[in-house]
């Protein structure tokens, strides 16, 4: 009965996790890897970080199911969901018994509710998978090295995780190395004995990961390093960037919510710290990946969801600070009552997060690009760059029109998609129309192969999107209309002139359209 409350957080986040888990269409980041899937060989891969980092080793799994014909959005992105839901069970069974039930079940609700946790659950990027080993990685480090002797299985956990870590997101070092950092710094105040056999404990950790992360990361770096430098001294972080990140780990744009977010962590991460050694690592760890973000400077870490990205594995400790906050604020303000005031205000705070989460717009009915960049790109707010640019696409009142049917009954396939969402004004159409949407795919009816699309040869079962060369396609996926957006100007650019001439090709596929205004022509999908 006492874990009632933690198996329900579980749940809920399974639930957020899986809804529409299924009818999601790849978009943005997601595209790199089957870019690399299309254009190359395993080897290839084996050898080249990329320009658009696209995860070596999954490139290489892939690779493999593309080979048995076996190769889905569904399977590109199955891993992370794997790992996302693991992360529900492991977090709090790992500090459950340091920290207290009470505790332990708050942080369950709040890893269940992150919308970065969410998020990064849901898409073919490995985020999910480095969070959940960088944390079994640092347990099981710090466990086989506050030992003396034994433990050998959970040395090797520890080498295999890190490794793995390490091999699917570089920044991932940062944190995995951070037990064998302190470790080693720990030495220096021992006597001459005691530092050797400490010492030779950690080299037992410390060699086994660097030459395994070194057999697999350093072909890419030295055969070709331009991959990495080229996206490397770009952009910086500012104070910006790291409020921006703030409200990205707590999922909400209310600054309020923030500052008193940021409160309870401030309160809860003593108690945490004296409760949860390993949280000295997760915290150098974070501390490495920060200064690893201002000396290599990557590409577009100014924003605020990136850095939370790169930092991505000390979200669940900030978590797990506030949950720990709010029991430790219970017993300052009611102390003769603690249990019922801690009640209250881990309530308050979960309560909270949720109403003012945006992933209630990401369970909208139906919704196929819940991880549309404008979800997410910046939690607070005000202006959006994203939304400000989405704003500046044709309107149709075409969408409005799709209300007489019931929601969720029909099907559209837009064509040209962009897989890069912030081209692309999706969510609108989805708001006023009420209706499914996916991408109409151009290959192979008026250009051979089209970036951003999957060659009509590859092996990859696109599921969530529709051939609008192939009647079958069309049928399978139950489209009732295809729409085409029309090429518009922003700035002095054109937008959709490389596809332009692809309008004649529909009309002639697809007879006459059956509603036409300046942003779309429409038409049925069985027509002619």
């Known amino acids: ?8 957080a579980v749940l809920a986040g399974i639930y957020l996790r899986w809804q529409q888990w299924p009818d999601q269409v790849l978009l ?11 254009l190359s060989t395993p080897r290839q891969m084996f050898f080249d970080f990329g320009f658009s980092d696209y995860s070596i080793p999954l490139g290489l799994l892939y690779s493999l199911l593309a080979a048995y014909g076996d190769l889905s959005e569904l399977t590109l992105r199955l891993p992370m969901l794997v790992f996302g839901i693991a992360t529900l069970f492991v977090l709090p069974w790992l500090v459950v018994r340091r920290v207290g039930l009470a505790t332990a079940t708050v942080f369950a609700w709040l890893l269940a509710i992150s919308p970065l946790l969410v998020l990064y659950s849901r898409i073919a990027r490995p985020y999910a998978i480095t969070l959940l080993l960088a944390w079994v990685c640092v347990f099981a480090a710090h ?27 570089l920044p991932a070092a940062c944190f995995v190395g951070a037990p064998i950092v302190i470790a080693i710094a720990q030495t220096l105040t021992e006597r001459r004995i005691d530092r050797a056999a400490k010492l030779q404990r950690a080299a037992w950790l410390a060699v086994p990961i660097a030459v395994l992360a070194g057999a697999l990361v350093l072909p890419a770096l030295f055969a070709n390093p331009e991959a990495l430098a ?42 945490v710290r004296r409760q949860v050694p390993e949280a000295v690592a997760l915290l150098l760890g974070t501390s490495m990946a920060v200064l690893l973000l201002y000396v290599s400077r990557p590409m577009a870490s100014q924003h605020g969801i990136i850095a939370a990205r790169y930092l991505l594995p000390v979200l669940p400790l900030v978590l797990l600070a506030i949950a720990a906050g709010t029991q430790r604020v219970a017993q300052l303000l009611a102390p003769k009552a603690a249990r019922w005031a801690h009640v209250a205000c881990a309530a308050a705070v979960v309560i909270t997060l949720i109403v ?27 202006a ?41 004004a999706v969510p609108r159409w989805e708001r006023e129309s009420g209706q499914s949407i996916i991408p109409g795919l151009l290959s192979g009816l008026c250009v051979d192969w089209r970036w951003g699309e999957v060659p009509p040869s590859y092996p990859f079962d696109l599921r969530n999107a529709a051939r609008l060369s192939d009647p079958a396609s069309l049928r399978s996926r139950a489209v009732d209309l295809v729409v085409w957006e029309k090429p518009y100007l922003r700035g002095t650019e054109i937008i959709g002139e490389a596809t332009a001439h692809c309008e004649s090709a529909l009309r002639e596929r697809f007879g006459k359209p059956v509603y036409e205004d300046a942003a779309v022509a429409v038409f049925e999908a069985g027509a002619k």
């Open 384 to 424: 959006h760059p994203i939304n400000e640019r989405l704003d500046g696409i044709p309107r149709s009142e075409f969408w409005r029109t799709l209300r007489a049917y019931p929601a969720g009954s029909r099907t559209l396939a837009v064509a040209p998609f962009y897989f890069e969402s912030f081209d692309s």
């Open 356 to 382: 003012l989460s945006p992933v209630d717009d990401w369970l909208r009915q139906p919704n196929r690009h819940a991880s549309h960049i404008a979800y997410y790109f910046d939690f607070r707010s005000g």
């Open 28 to 38: 943005d980041d997601e595209w790199h890897l089957v870019h690399r899937l299309v």
């Open 1 to 8: 009965m006492r874990f009632i409350p933690i198996a329900a």
């Open 230 to 271: 080229l996206k490397s001294g770009v952009d910086t972080p500012t104070l910006d960037t790291w409020a921006g990140a703030w409200h990205a780990w707590l999922g909400t744009g209310s600054w309020v919510v923030a500052a008193g977010g940021a409160l309870l962590a401030i309160f809860g991460i003593a108690p």
């Open 143 to 169: 466990r086989f090295l506050a030992r003396s002797r034994g433990d050998a299985g959970i040395g090797v956990l520890a080498i295999l995780t890190a490794t793995l870590a390490i091999w699917l997101h």
